[in-house]
């Protein structure tokens, strides 16, 4: 009944709304601010992309697939904003470089940083929760199995993925006298979930960055905070949450049994967090914080 209620609403809000009956949780005024953000072609980003152009920014919308970037911004350009996708690979400092150049002519230095690209990958996920006596030599992926490749692939792409954009578009932010850096952790990053230890010790070392970033800057006009989303389904978990038919797999009924307001959040739901902290009049006195987005997750026992 719930996924069913969801699929209808999905259709009614992409497809014949186009995406265009969002609400702000509040409104800031963000005009003449430069905001990028990176994974900006993905489910979650681009809705935070959205937000930031409907508050006034000139935002750039950067991703490593640049249709993708460069249709959701004309998305957003359509509504009457200001928006535009560029191609950028958060893993190669020469494409970074390259955007960015292309944003200072465009829209100017940046003031807002998102670093939303992220995700895990089928080829660092065991197939089973627990091992179990056998399992070396059986057909399962056990931990022994994983490959140091695609390890490395999920490590790097959510932690060298947010400290590259950081390099390059933070050297915009230390001259300005307030600026904002905003992470993506995760539940991962306080207690890792079964079967993906690359993307958890990644978003743990997110958290542990978004502190360390913050007091390195502190002496700048830079705040860097991080969100923990609790589960939303999109595009990067479909293979965990649902089978190929559709129907959800059995680490959903313990993801939802685990969230204690029984549901997956909703996309929208993560702007009221990220706009505050992007803030300056609201949080200007907040740096290093990481704010669970999770339903209750990360504070519910199981018992
Ligand atoms: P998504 O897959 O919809 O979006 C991720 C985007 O990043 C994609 O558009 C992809 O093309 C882009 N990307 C991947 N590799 C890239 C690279 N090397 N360079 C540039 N862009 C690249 O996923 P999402 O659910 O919107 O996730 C956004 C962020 O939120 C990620 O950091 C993810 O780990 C995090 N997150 C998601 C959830 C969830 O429930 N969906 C929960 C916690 C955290």
Do not use: A, V
């Given at each position: 009944m719930y996924y069913k209620y969801k699929t209808s609403r999905y259709i009614l809000k992409y497809v014949f709304l186009g995406g265009r009956d969002m609400k702000l949780p509040f409104q800031m005024d963000l005009t003449g601010k430069v905001a990028v953000v990176t994974g900006a072609g993905g489910v979650l980003c681009s809705v935070m992309a959205e937000a930031l152009a409907m508050c006034g920014a000139k935002v750039a919308l950067l991703d490593r697939t640049k249709e993708n970037a460069i249709n959701k911004a004309e998305n957003i350009v359509k509504q009457g904003y200001i928006a535009k996708g560029y191609e950028a690979n958060v893993l190669e400092k020469e494409s970074l470089k390259k955007a960015h150049e292309a944003i200072l002519q465009d829209f100017?230095?940046?003031?807002i940083l998102i670093n939303g690209a992220g995700g895990n990958n089928p080829m660092a996920t065991?197939?089973?929760e627990y091992f179990e006596m056998g399992d070396i030599d059986a057909e399962t992926k056990s931990f022994f199995d994983l490959e140091q490749s695609g390890v490395e692939f999920v490590f790097n792409l959510n932690f060298i993925g947010t400290l590259l954009p950081t390099q390059e578009f933070a050297k915009d932010m230390v001259e300005k006298e307030h600026a904002s850096i905003l992470n993506i952790a995760s539940m991962n990053a306080y207690t890792p979930l079964t079967k993906i230890p690359a993307y958890s010790g990644a978003k743990a070392a997110i958290t542990n960055f978004t502190q360390w970033l913050a007091v390195h800057f502190s002496k700048t006009g830079i705040r860097v905070n991080a969100i923990a989303p609790g589960f939303f389904s999109t595009k990067q978990n479909q293979a965990l949450l649902f089978n190929e038919d559709g129907t959800p797999t059995a680490r959903t009924g313990k993801i939802l049994a685990a969230t204690p307001m029984g549901r997956f959040g909703e996309t929208e739901e993560l702007l009221g967090a990220t706009m505050f902290l992007l803030n300056d009049d609201a949080a200007g006195f907040i740096t290093g914080v990481c704010i669970p987005i999770d339903g209750g997750f990360s504070a519910y026992s199981g018992v």
């Open positions: 100017g230095p940046c003031d065991t197939d089973k």
